[in-house]
């Protein structure tokens, strides 16, 4: 992408207003949260694992997160900015896998990559299926949904903060624009709970 190419689709990106908020909140909402479980769970790594530990059961009991949940995973997995084909590593892949079969979101209507309509070379990778999702976690745990929709999240904000949310092409345009929506929101309820978390 040339100047011009970049100039051009910033300035599509600001004439959809809607969807600039939604990459300004999510990116805001990321950032607060990163701060508190860096701040009380230790300036590591490890303190997101420590913040999903701490917090897993309470988040999941709230129906709202369980929806949002849901609605990631009724799509094409999110990909990975780290890949060049932008397909899903082996850990979202998981933590989807996860979600869709293992956490009763759909009772036994769960959708698949062919009823989703995921593209080619995503099925390719061979992740998509419910092995992946016993190599999440063996059964249900409210801990390990949690930390799987916490990770697509957060691979949802890394796309995005890494410059990898910029296509303006149909369909992956409307795509990112859901994406950034889903988490967004879903960040806005971790945000607003947060203090309610902390009474348990």
Not at 56 to 69: H, N, P, T
């Amino acid at each position: 992408m040339n100047a011009h190419e970049l100039l051009h689709t910033i300035m599509q990106i600001r004439s959809d207003e809607d969807h600039l908020q939604q990459r300004r909140i999510l990116s805001e909402n990321y950032e607060w949260l990163e701060h508190f479980w860096r701040y009380n769970y230790g300036h590591n790594d490890d303190s997101i694992y420590r913040f999903i530990t701490d917090k897993g059961d309470f988040y999941w009991s709230l129906d709202i997160i369980k929806e949002y949940a849901k609605r990631f995973v009724e799509i094409e997995c999110v990909g990975s900015n780290k890949r060049q084909d932008y397909s899903q590593n082996r850990e979202i892949a998981r933590a989807t896998m996860y979600l869709r079969y293992s956490c009763n979101l759909f009772g036994e209507n769960q959708p698949d990559c062919i009823s989703i309509g995921c593209r080619g070379h995503k099925i390719g990778t061979g992740f998509c299926n419910r092995q992946a999702a016993h190599e999440w976690k063996g059964d249900f745990n409210p801990i390990f949904a949690f930390k799987a929709l916490i990770y697509i999240i957060r691979q949802v904000r890394n796309n995005l903060f890494h410059g990898h949310k910029l296509s303006l092409e149909q369909p992956q345009y409307s795509r990112n624009v859901e994406l950034v929506r889903l988490a967004s929101h879903a960040t806005e309820i971790l945000v607003e709970f947060l203090v309610e978390s902390e009474k348990l």
